[in-house]
């Protein structure tokens, strides 16, 4: 009797830990090795008779991708976002969508904070300095930062890594506001926190830190009239999507000097072109979306996309599914 037909899986980054070896003993298992993701038109060579697809959030799973695998019964996103999916056309093609929510949480809020940190006391700067050979003596205005103890924080989204980071706050001594679509009472009073309109937020917060997916309410959720808005010297920490910040009215405001200073994970577009006007401007800090990388974080996120296409070929429900109306 011939040998039962594996799955035909394909992965379009390599990933850290042990997850593709445990998923390479159940499919057969093709993974882009390359350090960039796949150019569009080799992905969709690529996805042509696969079965299952691990995707990153650099990749497009759209209708021509979908119209390019017709075979394809399941994907799975190492990222809690899944804006790179179309769930809606996946849907319609009963492939079930996983993600890898909560894992990350702590990670990015640990980040999100260290931006906040990094940003408030020039840290970027005052290492450039010393390396620059500037650092000639101790001086009492040299590099003058912003407080962190008993500033106002401003949460736009009050979801998993937005609470961690109001945790983290808290042992700050910060007053933290928030907005969001829903009132969470047992955290204002568990961690002190205020539910305030954008209005308030904007005026009276030091630092406002974005935890929102990107969607059609929340692109440009910061925007040039709500930059204008927020309080004289305020800065803005954006470890969520780029797109959440326009950033043209973000480089306006810094550049007028309107804003204390601005510190991304996340930009429009990824990655940042080295001629962007962003990386001219003493006052910003820009990493290159790494609010989850540690070893471990990372790790457990490719365990769980594993997990998520393995149980989706046996015709399972993911652990973590975003379209779970398909095994209703």
Known sequence: MAPPVR?????????PGEALGRLGSHVELRVW???LPPPRETLLELVRGVDGLISLLTDRVDGPL??????????????????NIDVSACTARRIPVGNTPGVLTETSADFAFALL??????????????RAGQWRTWSPTLLLGSDIHGATLGLVGLGQIGTAVARRARGFGMRVLYVSRHARPELEAELGLRRVDKATLLAESDFISLHVPLNAETRHWLG???????????????????????????????????LGGAALDVTDPEPLPVDSPLLKLPNVLIAPHIASASHATRGRMASMAVDNLLAALEGRRPPHCVNPELFA
Request: proline share 5%; glycine share 6%; hydrophobic share 50%.
């Open 33 to 35: 090795e390359e350090e």
């Open 66 to 83: 979908l119209a390019a695998a017709p075979s394809l019964r399941a994907v799975s996103n190492v990222a809690v976002g899944y804006d």
């Open 117 to 130: 940190m990094g940003l408030a006391r020039r840290v970027a700067e005052a290492d450039a300095y010393v």
């Open 224 to 258: 040039r009239a709500e930059l204008a808005a927020m309080k004289p010297g305020a800065m803005v920490i954006n470890t969520a999507r780029g797109p959440v910040v326009d950033q043209a009215a973000l480089v306006e405001a810094l550049s007028q000097g309107k």
């Open 7 to 15: 799955p035909r899986v394909l992965v379009t980054r390599q990933l």
